[in-house]
């Protein structure tokens, strides 16, 4: 071979192997990608300067490249070139990766587990088109120090919106921007410390995350039980030192279920009458599909409950944007809290949330995701009923995640099987409280999060492992 290597701008050794250009030059990006050197996200120069570099036809360098793009070890975007994929292949430490040669798997590199969105499907065009609208038109103090309750035009338009969409009492006056909802969180674990609360109740089964962060201020988190109607709010008034409980009560965080009128009714009246403060967690509320909207439960009690929203499930966490809307009373002392020197959501992301929402295009954007994901959500159902009959499915009236009931004792063998075969799974007993029992075996299936090109062959994976 002339050539027999090339030298990236991130300075890599490539060395075609085997007989036939094409299938050595595919078989060494392979490799690279699958040793690390090559990692997610890695631009590849373009096939002219790489058929330069290794001597070979231009379309040599071309067809592999789509090939791989097929396989799914790269994509290609127009104008952004070829990429490795972020889930190209399963990492060196991944039980697959150490597994004695087995074949390269195309498409390998599945991720079914919750807490994404599908990340391909932001909307670039309209984000960019809101804010040039947005920072053509921002004042130039906007670029200076932030303020803490957050950018008055961001807080206007949505006290509009959360009243319109969710049913929340909102004025800008109560509402608090901050980095998401683990930001809220942690400030409001902060200011209930400062009131000297020491129990912030959380259910049973839920992020670790979350309960971490309460833990940071100081407080602790005894768990409330949960069933088939959500949290049993009942049992808080036994629950003597909880001065506030965190709740996801439209969708419960993995459980699905939304929380019983009845039960959304006793947590408010507990909430009066020992002075309790409910934190709603909002994460997922926009993306509802068979029945009626659930509203938040702020609208019960404005002054007793603090509403947390945030755009990671709705646009993509990597925005880093959310809201608290919060009882009057509270207000000061979570701006002191948050205090002169935390700038954590800048101005400009800010402005163009305001003007996203303001032009209507966050609600074009709910309601075409919320369309994709219902199909998504009845093609799963579909799949597992032909392939996998049996199969219990719950938590699905909402959201970008299911439960899928499994045989007992299965749950880790199945996650380990699928890990195996490149398809990332999470087990229900991944959120479940230290203090709570152990419940059934199942898995949480976030099908929000592959991609429209990659959802269809994870789905053929995920009913692959099933049992
Ligand atoms: C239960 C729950 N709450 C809230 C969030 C959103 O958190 P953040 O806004 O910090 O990204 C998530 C995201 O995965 C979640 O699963």
Same mark, same amino acid.
């Not at 990492?91 to 969105?117: C, E, F, Q, V, W």
């Not at 959500?230 to 409980?245: I, K, N, Q, W």
């Not at 369309?371 to 009923?385: G, S």
């Given at each position: 071979m002339t050539n027999s290597w090339a030298t990236f701008g991130a300075d890599l050794h490539l060395e075609p192997v085997g007989r036939g250009l094409r299938a050595g030059l595919m078989a060494a990006l392979r490799e690279a990608v699958r040793t690390g050197r090559l990692t997610p996200g890695t631009r590849l120069?373009?096939?002219?300067?790489?058929?330069?570099?290794l001597g070979v036809a231009r379309n040599t360098v071309a067809d592999a490249y789509a090939e791989l793009v097929a396989e799914g070890w790269l994509t290609a975007r127009q104008g952004s070139g070829t990429r $490795?994929?972020?889930?190209?292949?399963?990492?060196?430490?991944?039980?697959?990766? /150490? /597994?004695?040669?087995?074949? /390269?798997?195309?498409?390998?590199?599945?991720? =079914? *587990?919750?807490?994404?969105?599908? =990340?391909?499907?932001?909307?670039?065009?309209?984000?960019?088109?809101?804010?040039? *609208?947005?920072?053509?038109?921002?004042?130039?103090?906007a670029f200076g120090y932030v303020d803490p309750y957050g950018r008055v035009e961001l807080r206007t338009v949505?006290?509009?919106?959360?009243?319109?969409?969710?049913?929340?009492?909102?004025?800008?006056?109560?509402?608090?921007?901050?980095?998401?909802?683990?930001?809220?969180?942690?400030?409001?674990?902060?200011?209930?410390r400062r009131r000297r609360v020491r129990d912030v109740a959380v259910e049973s089964y839920g992020l670790d995350l979350h309960r971490d962060l309460l833990t940071e201020?100081?407080?602790?988190?005894?768990?409330?039980?949960?069933?088939?109607?959500?949290?049993?709010?009942?049992? =808080?008034?036994?629950?003597?030192?909880?001065?506030? $409980?965190?709740?996801?009560?439209?969708?419960?965080f993995p459980t699905g279920v939304p929380l019983h009128p009845d039960r959304r009714a006793t947590v408010v009246d507990w909430a009066r009458s020992t002075g309790g403060l409910i934190l709603e967690d909002d994460y997922d509320g926009e993306l509802r599909y068979d029945r009626q909207p659930v509203g938040a439960l702020q609208g019960l009690d404005p002054e007793r409950v603090v509403h947390l929203g945030t755009v990671s499930k709705s646009l993509a966490p990597g925005l880093r944007l959310g809201w608290m809307v919060l009882p009057r009373s509270l207000v000061g002392e979570v701006v002191a809290v948050k205090g002169v020197s935390d700038w954590m959501c800048g101005s400009p992301d800010q402005l163009t949330l305001a003007e996203f929402i303001a032009s209507g295009a966050y609600d074009r954007h709910v309601r075409s995701m919320r369309?994709?994901?219902?199909?998504?959500?009845?093609?799963?159902?579909?799949?597992?009923?032909d392939r996998a009959p049996g199969t219990e499915v719950s938590g699905i009236a909402a959201g970008l995640h299911a439960v899928l009931g499994l045989p007992a004792g299965a749950e880790r063998s199945v996650i380990q099987a699928a890990a195996f075969q490149g398809l990332a799974l999470e087990g229900l007993a991944r959120y479940r409280h230290p203090d709570a029992p152990a419940a059934r075996d199942a898995l949480v299936i976030g099908y929000g999060s592959p991609s429209e090109s990659a959802w269809a062959g994870t789905l053929d994976a995920l009913c692959r492992v099933l049992p």
């Open positions: 120069p373009s096939s002219r300067v790489l058929a330069a570099d $490795v994929a972020q889930r190209s292949a399963p990492r060196r430490t991944d039980p697959a990766a /150490a /597994a004695p040669a087995r074949p /390269a798997r195309p498409g390998a590199g599945y991720n =079914l *587990k919750p807490g994404s969105p599908d =990340l391909s499907a932001f909307p670039r065009t309209a984000w960019l088109r809101a804010a040039r *609208k947005a920072l053509t038109a921002a004042p130039d103090e949505l006290a509009e919106y959360l009243a319109r969409a969710r049913g929340v009492h909102a004025d800008p006056e109560r509402i608090v921007i901050c980095s998401g909802f683990a930001h809220g969180l942690t400030l409001l674990g902060r200011a209930l201020a100081g407080l602790r988190t005894p768990c409330l039980p949960l069933d088939e109607h959500g949290s049993r709010t009942g049992e =808080l008034s036994a629950m003597r030192g909880a001065g506030a $409980v965190l709740l996801t009560p439209a969708h419960q369309l994709r994901y219902r199909r998504r959500r009845d093609e799963l159902v579909a799949a597992l009923a």
